[in-house]
């Protein structure tokens, strides 16, 4: 059933106040901060999580050697994708990332307390688009399992983001979309098209759990993972965020940002878990200080957790995102990760939540910014013709998309929810030299480093 939230005032969280679009501000978590009717604050995602000041790394196995596996995040991740609709996310490297072990010192929530003391669990779903797609009665029996963790992260995100977005534009008109997926689970899509200052933007989540297909567990084998089946089956669990932001203006740039967690119980009982995730800028038109500020708050986001973390990642999305037959990234990057299984899960989760929270302040100040910019029919068709190369990537590399595609039973609008809802090809076009246009495709072709 869908939702319309007329400048978001349906809900008792929701502001709608057009934010002033200017300068390039510093940004604070705090502003973001969810106010609720009863003028309680939702805190940021990843609050709960201590402040991670010591360093993280990249570890050895259990064998001492080397965890770089290739090709086994991709067939997960795109098996997932198709099973859970979150098909926007960039799956499909051939990596395996890692952080190095390292205490968090974070204590671990009480299990079993009475429900009706639990207002805390109360005040968060309060802030939420829609209630959680777990049963409350379930969250609660499992305070400190890594599902209900990451289900209620993911939910805290979306909701922030799109405040941020409605605060942006305005008029902003969310349909919510409690959908239900018959094979187990289900997801919420919040989308805005034709809004005052973006074209479309979609954030989604999805939780969804049942037994892997034939298809996606011959992958994982193919890739070298070793799975215990039972009766042929592998029971496993997925959960994660995405969201696709396109602006009407062509001086705003489009940003893409997934973050997910994955778990399999094999026959024996053991279970594998990883993270994945990522989030990065593309832009119609090159500008130094956005791409500089872009990358230097995902930045701050990795080094929290070790100084290595982020030009890994930041090489791992110049790779993933690139359009082989036009010799081109989609955008200027950011980060991308996968099959993130190390050194623990609540510290891995600690680092996912950090990333989670780069999302806004990456990247609504650079919307504020250029919200109101002049623009010329010129410079739209470029958007237009940019607009393509996203689609372009989307329908023909991303292997979460491909997938879920044709993967039977996927939702196939959650699928799709990450193309522009305008887009353009003109035969033979190419920008003249030494133009604005020529400029972005140059960095395209030749990823730079934003930070030093």
Wanted: glycine residues 10%; proline residues 6%.
């Amino acid at each position: 059933m869908a939702m319309h939230l007329g400048k978001l005032s349906a809900g008792p969280c929701w502001l709608a106040a057009r934010g002033g679009c200017g300068e390039l501000r510093s940004w604070s978590l705090r502003s973001w901060s969810l106010r609720c009717a009863a003028g309680r604050f939702c805190r940021p995602p990843g609050t709960a999580c201590p402040e991670q000041n010591r360093g993280l790394g990249y570890g050895p196995t259990a064998g001492g050697g080397p965890r770089l596996r290739t090709g086994l995040a991709a067939g997960l991740a795109a098996g997932l994708a198709g099973l859970a609709g979150l098909a926007a996310a960039a799956f499909g490297h051939v990596e395996r990332a890692e952080m190095a072990s390292k205490s968090s010192g974070a204590p671990s929530p009480s299990p079993g307390r009475p429900e009706e003391e639990d207002d805390e669990l109360a005040r968060r779903c309060s802030c939420f688009m829609a209630s959680p797609v777990t049963d409350l009665h379930e969250l609660r029996r499992r305070p400190g399992d890594m599902k209900t963790k990451m289900e209620l992260l993911i939910l805290e995100t979306q909701a922030q983001v799109c405040q941020a977005l409605a605060e942006v534009d305005g008029g902003a008109r969310f349909s919510v979309d409690r959908w239900e997926r018959k094979e187990g689970g289900g997801g919420i899509s919040c989308v805005l098209q034709d809004g005052h200052v973006f074209e479309k933007a979609g954030v989604s989540i999805s939780v969804v759990h049942g037994n892997l297909s034939e298809e996606a567990a011959k992958q994982m084998r193919s890739r070298g993972k070793k799975l215990k089946t039972k009766d042929g089956k592998l029971p496993f669990s997925a959960m994660g965020v995405s969201s696709v932001i396109h602006p009407k203006n062509p001086h705003a740039p489009t940003i893409h940002f997934n973050y997910r967690y994955f778990e399999v119980e094999e026959a024996d009982g053991n279970k594998q878990w990883w993270f994945g995730g990522g989030c990065d800028l593309t832009p119609t038109y090159l500008n130094q200080e956005d791409a500089v500020h872009f990358h230097r708050t995902l930045k701050k986001a990795c080094d929290q957790h070790g100084p290595d973390l982020y030009p890994k990642f930041k090489k791992w999305c110049d790779d993933y995102f690139f359009i082989a037959h036009r010799g081109e990234r989609r955008g200027i990057g950011g980060i991308f990760f996968d099959d993130l299984d190390s050194p623990s899960k609540e510290e891995v989760f600690c680092f996912v939540q950090s990333c989670a929270q780069a999302v806004i302040p990456s990247y609504i100040p650079l919307v504020k910014k250029h919200c109101d910019d002049s623009f010329t029919p010129r410079e739209k068709l470029w958007q237009q013709l940019r607009r393509g190369r996203y689609v372009e990537f989307n329908l023909l590399y991303d292997r979460g998309t491909k997938f879920g595609l044709f993967t039977p039973g996927s939702r196939i609008e959650s699928i799709l929810m990450s193309l522009p809802l305008t887009a353009r090809w003109e035969y033979m076009h190419s920008p003249s030299e030494n133009s604005k246009e020529a400029e972005i495709l140059d960095v395209l072709r030749h990823p730079r480093d934003w930070v030093h």
